[in-house]
């Protein structure tokens, strides 16, 4: 867990860049001139290519052994999970209380989670009431969130109007009425989406542990890797991941079957107690006191 909270907020996609070599994978923001695991030049490969046999018929195997480590596949860009909740219309999004994802967030985060309008628009309701931010002031703290959940564009009409209905509720989303552990954000967006009769997501909303299963771990999980990759990197400057030789028999695929290493997350493995402020990582409050397996283990 990191010891202190970050004052500036990262906004955009830090870039992290993956490519496969001498049967490792290295992340990295900048791409090296030479493997950090083998320390063969990388742009030998292409040089390698262009004086060996063309012809079609010739060994692979035979070709991989002259031309030496090769990269497996081209360097290609991490998907970057996290969102501008402004730019996201009739979306559910989700953000730590405090701080980011990318340098705050660890396996005892809080989580925040809020409504966007058809206008981009986000609806929360926390200690301080209900609170809406416009889309042209573009709130700082919900510049790295994650979505968990929208709705296609027909519905986008419906979803301002029964939003609209649930917030001229106007005692029941009071200052005097925020409960930490029972009544807060979390109760807010569920009322949302029961009222909403949306197929998948207010099926998923008549249970806390089922919207929260379905739609936020999924994607927590998804961001767990990626803030252990970014960490790692920012630490090292670099990362590489060993990975078991793969059978040549095998043709090469052109897309990778898993960006991420294994060990970037720990994954659902570890559990713990519900939290006691809105909801945590590791669960969400009125589950129960039960304990509660974690999101994703942010390795640090």
Known sequence: MLATTSTTTITSDPGILCF????????????????????????????????????????????????GPRLLLLPFRL????????QHPCAIVL??????????????????????TSGGDIVEFDRFGLRRHRRDDNPPEWRQSLMVGDVPEPWHDFWDEVLQQICAQSVRWSIASYAEESHNCYAFVLAFLQALGHAHLSEAARSKTAFCEQCIVPRTTTAGK???????????????HRQQPKNRSKPASSTPPSSYPSDSCDGLGSSKKVSKKGYSSSSITGLATRTRPTLCTIEE
């Open 95 to 116: 953000r730590p209380s405090a701080g980011d994802f990318l340098n705050d967030y660890s396996n005892a985060t809080d989580l925040h989670i809020a409504v966007t």
């Open 226 to 240: 990626y803030i252990s990759l970014y960490r790692k990197i920012r630490r090292s400057g670099i990362y590489v």
């Open 20 to 67: 496969h070599h001498c049967n490792v994978k290295v992340f990295c923001f900048t791409l090296p001139h030479t493997c950090p695991h083998c320390n063969a030049p990388l742009d030998a490969d292409v040089d390698a290519d262009a004086d060996g046999d063309v012809d079609g018929d010739a060994d692979p195997s035979a070709q991989l052994d002259r031309a």
């Open 79 to 86: 998907p970057y999970p996290f969102v501008r909740a402004t």
